[in-house]
């Protein structure tokens, strides 16, 4: 079965500073997704990635698939509070499978 | 519509009762998933329907789980004889097949089940 390690597991950053968070998978990937959530929340779908070498971004967040397809980034800029949250990647393999997702990287923002 | 809903959105309940969960889907979205998420982990899958026919359930934790949509609608989410390590949040996606590229799921706030 497809299993996606996160890293790092937690990240605290000053309010203002870039930061970059890592999801790397165990095979191929179909699609990649991002999500947020909020603690005691539901996700919060942020973007979809399925072309090897493809780049997506909406507002400071941009986010990035390998050209293998077994990697991706996701990279914030300038942080700010309303970005705190726990960043999940989810993955599937075939298009028409449930999504698997990966642990989660818990993201704190100081002031 | 005003997305996924959830209910409840907390359940405390004694060890060894039955508890049901209920999901309203997005009312266009033809598939439902349930997931289960314990603290510091990422969602679990653990069934999903494609209109009211159940596509998987294999991934159900254990014969205690059941899962029903009977008109291909709304979902219920069933545990029986709850157990400590039940208590987890559960949460419903859902999302309409072919489409997943341009939205991902849906996802729900999630019911939170606290077993005493």
Same mark, same amino acid.
């Given at each position: 079965s497809q299993e996606l390690e996160q890293s790092p597991q937690s990240l605290i950053v000053q309010e203002g500073k870039n930061l970059t968070i890592n999801c790397t998978s165990s095979k191929t990937l179909y699609g990649l997704y991002w999500y947020k959530q909020k603690y005691g929340e539901g996700l919060i779908f942020l973007m979809m990635l399925q072309k090897g070498g493809e780049e997506k971004s909406h507002e400071k967040i941009t986010a990035k698939l390998d050209e293998k397809k077994q990697q991706s980034s996701l990279h914030i800029t300038a942080? +700010?509070?309303?970005?705190a949250g726990i960043y999940l990647c989810g993955a599937d393999n075939s298009g028409n499978t449930p999504l698997v997702f990966g642990k989660g990287t818990r993201l704190s923002v100081i002031a | 519509d005003t997305g996924v809903s959830q209910d409840p959105r907390h359940k405390i309940t004694k060890r060894g009762q039955n508890v049901t969960f209920r999901c309203d889907p997005i009312s266009e979205h033809n598939r439902l998933y349930w997931y289960r998420q314990t603290l510091g982990q990422g969602p679990e899958f653990l069934t999903y329907f494609q209109n009211e026919a +159940?596509? /998987?359930? =294999? !991934? @159900? @934790? =254990?014969?205690r789980f059941s899962a029903e949509r009977p008109k291909g609608s709304f979902s219920t989410l069933e545990i029986q !004889?709850? /157990? +400590? &390590?039940? =208590?987890a949040m559960y949460l419903c996606a859902s999302s309409l097949e072919g489409t !997943? &590229? !341009? &939205?991902g799921y849906t996802f729900g706030s999630g019911t939170r089940l606290t077993v005493v």
């Amino acid at each position: 079965s497809q299993e996606l390690e996160q890293s790092p597991q937690s990240l605290i950053v000053q309010e203002g500073k870039n930061l970059t968070i890592n999801c790397t998978s165990s095979k191929t990937l179909y699609g990649l997704y991002w999500y947020k959530q909020k603690y005691g929340e539901g996700l919060i779908f942020l973007m979809m990635l399925q072309k090897g070498g493809e780049e997506k971004s909406h507002e400071k967040i941009t986010a990035k698939l390998d050209e293998k397809k077994q990697q991706s980034s996701l990279h914030i800029t300038a942080s +700010q509070p309303s970005h705190a949250g726990i960043y999940l990647c989810g993955a599937d393999n075939s298009g028409n499978t449930p999504l698997v997702f990966g642990k989660g990287t818990r993201l704190s923002v100081i002031a | 519509d005003t997305g996924v809903s959830q209910d409840p959105r907390h359940k405390i309940t004694k060890r060894g009762q039955n508890v049901t969960f209920r999901c309203d889907p997005i009312s266009e979205h033809n598939r439902l998933y349930w997931y289960r998420q314990t603290l510091g982990q990422g969602p679990e899958f653990l069934t999903y329907f494609q209109n009211e026919a +159940q596509l /998987e359930k =294999s !991934r @159900l @934790l =254990s014969d205690r789980f059941s899962a029903e949509r009977p008109k291909g609608s709304f979902s219920t989410l069933e545990i029986q !004889r709850t /157990e +400590q &390590g039940d =208590s987890a949040m559960y949460l419903c996606a859902s999302s309409l097949e072919g489409t !997943r &590229g !341009r &939205g991902g799921y849906t996802f729900g706030s999630g019911t939170r089940l606290t077993v005493v």
